[in-house]
């Protein structure tokens, strides 16, 4: 006796005989039994099948993890991922994953707040776990007028120091004395798991509610930690200083480049103007810079550029002083022929840079 193996289709025993082999395999029972066989996939056939499109969808989900997070990462408009879904699909025509990307602006918001921040904040978690840290606050407001408090902090992991944003919370009217800012400290502490004892560093700029020797939120602080040691924001520091040294220069200096950026600032027919003198002079086409109201150190890079287009200024301002057009013209003229203002500006044109660049050596020194 022998058992069928023709095709693995069929299990019946039979005689040691070639005709009954013959006859078995032109019977009906065993041609159906073969026609099912071929109708059937393998097993082995169907799990590399599936297998293959488990790898393929996995693949398109790291690829939505991935363009959110460079979206995240790079701080870009969630109206950029739907061009770049479709650019990617028209660029990568032979690639599957490109083609089944489904990434629009409302998925990769989902994705960046209920995927990816957790699995950074649960990152952020173990890496500060029972460690000393250093903590950094500014307020500052926002497009909206709304009043933020900006929480980072500083810790050794492995042989690097980082900096991570902690939180960036809301200050309304009830947080905005130095036991609200606290609280609100302390409430991103609890979230992450931070005893405040851990918080060995602080760091803020130089207002009373942030440094202040009675009631600020240094002084809540070293309530719960007495060996907390803190320092004021160095930059602050250095811009008080050039704001108290620049009290010694004639304010007339300021005051020439509020005027020189006021006067092009609305004026698209002076602006034109001046372009015209530059080429006429050879001179780069450069903009008029603005000075900033709340930080004086910015002045270097209008400095550096009302000094680039002097003799350019100089000409257009006599023209306008010339033809009587304003008595700003007639004094800023004034001001750009005055070789004593220029000596001040090229003055400020060696000493800013020095201010600026120990204010920027400082926040990069690793210590």
């Known amino acids: 006796m022998t058992t069928c193996t023709l095709y693995s289709a069929c299990v019946v025993n ?32 169907m799990l590399k099948h599936n297998l293959g499109k488990d790898q393929e969808h996995i693949d398109v989900v790291c690829a939505n993890l991935r363009s959110a997070l460079l979206v995240a990462e790079h701080n870009l408009s969630f109206n950029v ?6 650019i990617n699909k028209v660029n990568f025509k032979d690639s599957k994953v490109a083609e089944s990307l489904q990434l629009g602006r ?43 408090l900006c929480i980072l902090i500083k810790f050794i992991h492995g042989n690097e120091i980082k900096t991570q944003v902690l939180g960036l919370n809301e200050v309304d009217c009830d947080h905005g004395i130095a036991k ?12 992450f798991n931070i005893e405040a004892k851990n918080v060995v560093g602080y760091c803020a700029d130089n207002a009373s509610v942030m440094m202040g020797s009675k009631e ?11 060996h907390l040691i803190s320092n004021g924001c160095i930059c602050h520091t250095i811009h008080l200083v050039a704001v108290s040294a620049a009290a010694y220069l004639p304010e007339r200096l300021e005051n020439l480049l509020q005027n020189v950026s006021t006067y092009f600032s609305r004026s698209p027919k002076r602006q034109s103007v001046l372009e015209t003198f530059q080429e006429y002079m050879r001179n780069d086409k450069l903009k008029i810079l603005k000075p900033s109201a709340t930080r ?61 660049n120990l204010m920027h050596s400082s926040t990069q020194k690793k210590y």
């Not at 991922?81 to 479709?86: C, E, L, M, Q, V």
């Not at 994705?111 to 000393?132: R, W, Y």
């Not at 500006?345 to 600026?356: A, E, G, Q």
């Open 14 to 45: 039979l005689k040691a005989k070639y005709s009954d082999l013959i006859k078995h395999a032109n019977s009906n029972k065993h041609k159906n039994a073969v026609k099912k066989l071929k109708s059937s996939k393998q097993v082995d056939l």
């Open 81 to 86: 991922i739907d061009h770049i879904t479709k």
């Open 106 to 148: 409302t998925k990769c918001t989902m994705i960046i707040q209920n995927v990816l921040a957790d699995v950074i904040t649960n990152q952020l978690k173990q890496q500060i776990k029972d460690k000393k840290v250093t903590v950094l606050l500014d307020e500052a407001t926002d497009a909206s007028n709304k009043k933020l």
């Open 180 to 191: 609200g800012l606290y609280a609100l400290l302390k409430q991103s502490l609890t979230e």
């Open 216 to 226: 600020s939120v240094k002084q809540y602080l070293l309530n719960s930690n007495p």
């Open 296 to 356: 004086w150190l910015a002045l270097s890079n209008c400095v550096d550029r009302i000094l680039e287009m002097w003799d350019a200024l100089t000409e257009l301002f006599k023209l306008a002083d010339f033809e009587r057009e304003s008595e700003v013209a007639k004094i800023t003229y004034n001001e750009l022929c005055n070789p004593i203002t220029k000596a001040y500006m090229l003055f400020l044109k060696y000493i800013l840079p020095v201010l600026t």
